[in-house]
C-alpha cells in the first residue's frame, strides 16, 4: 500500500511504484548533513533501496 500524499520520482528503488512510495515510513536527510536545505535538490530519501 502506498504512502499517502507522498509523490517520488525514483524509478529504480524497491519502494517505488508509479510514482508513490509503498515504505511504511521514510526518512527524509540534507545531503551535506545539518537540518537545513538551501533547495530540495540537497535533500534526499534515506529509506531508497536499489531494486
Ligand atoms: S523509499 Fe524514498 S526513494 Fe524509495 S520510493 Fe519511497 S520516497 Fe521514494
Given at each position: 500500500?502506498?504512502?499517502?500524499n507522498?509523490?517520488?520520482?525514483v524509478?529504480n ?5 508509479q ?33
Amino acid at each position: 500500500m502506498a504512502l499517502d500524499n507522498v509523490k517520488c520520482n525514483v524509478s529504480n528503488c524497491r519502494y517505488w511504484e508509479q510514482e508513490h512510495c509503498t515504505a511504511s515510513a521514510i526518512e527524509v536527510n540534507v545531503d551535506d548533513g545539518g537540518n537545513r536545505a538551501d533547495r530540495f535538490e540537497k535533500t534526499n530519501c534515506r529509506t531508497f533501496e536499489d531494486q
